[in-house]
């Protein structure tokens, strides 16, 4: 990618739905990710906690970006994501992340690079594989987003991303706005998906089972939410296929305590089994089911130098 292309795209920034028009390359201000053009890194560690498929033999080495474009009022990574703090939020250059990414990736032998919370740095994104590949050599690299995306910039994905991991999170547009203040989530959300499966096609594999490119959809159930998890199945069954890769996730747990009742507990046993069971009936044959009682295990803790257990 162009200098050029990276500054112009910055100076008046639509790259997610939100479209401020900011110019990031000044400042984040009046920007809803209040992000500026830099590399605004909250941790660069090797994570093992994706889909086994994902993981390959020695993990992925992840760049979790500081912010998010979406403000979920129950985020489990709440401590980077949140727009309005900036306390865990290291700035980098461009040499500095790749070094760091190179060096994670030769220490775990790994060539596994996962983007988290990618959608408002899209374009660092496209860089920083441009780099990493020159210095590196070949890697994966891993889309990992919430899917509030526009179309026309996940486009700009192909041949920079190998495996997407969108998590579908609601099939209605109103849980959007109250539980992530985001207008339309799911025709921007089903829109970019659709996109997604496009560009990486049907998923490879290596001898081992490990993925080498592909879409998984991910989507996580939320206590209360029964019915926006069975209508998201019934989506990506009907839009996608039954043979799509699907990672069902039940990990939720309450780390912040909301207005929301329903939000402040864990998913219950009847809950999980509601939705695992339609999980059957639309006969999805490919992907993966946390197990319920796998909440505390996943939860990062930022502060820490190795943010997972
Ligand atoms: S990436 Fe940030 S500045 Fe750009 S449109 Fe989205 S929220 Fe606004």
């Known amino acids: 990618m162009k200098r050029l292309d990276f500054d112009r795209e910055l100076a008046s920034c639509k790259v997610c739905p939100h479209s401020c028009g900011t110019n990031r390359l000044e400042s984040a201000k009046g920007s809803f990710c209040n992000t500026d053009a830099g590399y605004n890194i909250s941790s660069i560690t090797l994570h093992r906690g994706e889909e086994p498929a994902v993981n390959g033999e020695n993990g992925v080495c992840n760049i979790f970006f500081s912010h998010c474009n979406m403000q979920c009022i129950y985020c489990q990574n709440y ?4 727009n309005s703090q900036t306390q865990l939020v290291r700035k980098y250059d461009l040499e500095s992340v790749v070094q760091e990414v190179v060096g994670c990736l030769k220490r775990n032998d790994t060539y596994r690079v996962g983007f ?7 374009m660092q994104v496209i860089r920083l594989t441009e780099e990493i590949r020159k210095k590196f050599g070949d890697i994966i690299t891993v889309y990992n987003t ?16 190998n495996i997407f991991l969108p998590d579908f999170k609601y099939f ?19 829109a970019s998906i659709d996109e997604m499966v496009k560009i990486a096609g049907k998923p490879v594999f290596d001898i081992n089972g490990y993925m080498l490119s592909g879409v998984i959809i991910r989507h996580l159930i939320l206590p209360g939410e029964v019915d926006n998890s069975l209508q998201v199945l019934e989506c990506i069954a009907n839009t996608w296929g039954s043979d799509v890769y699907l990672s069902l996730m039940a990990q939720y747990y309450p780390v912040l305590k909301v207005k929301y009742k329903n939000l402040n507990r864990k998913l219950t046993e009847e809950e999980y089994n509601i939705v695992v069971s339609k999980v059957f009936e639309l006969g999805f044959e490919n992907g993966w089911i946390q197990e319920l009682g796998s909440a505390e295990h996943y939860l990062p803790d930022f502060e820490k130098k190795i943010p997972f257990k």
């Open 79 to 82: 401590q980077i994501s949140k």
């Open 172 to 190: 209605y547009n109103d849980l959007g706005l109250k539980y992530s203040k985001v207008k339309n989530y799911f025709d921007y959300a089903s």
């Open 116 to 122: 988290v919370s990618p959608s408002h740095n899209l």
């Open 146 to 161: 919430n899917a509030y995306e526009k179309p026309e910039y996940i486009r700009k994905l192909k041949g920079y991303i």
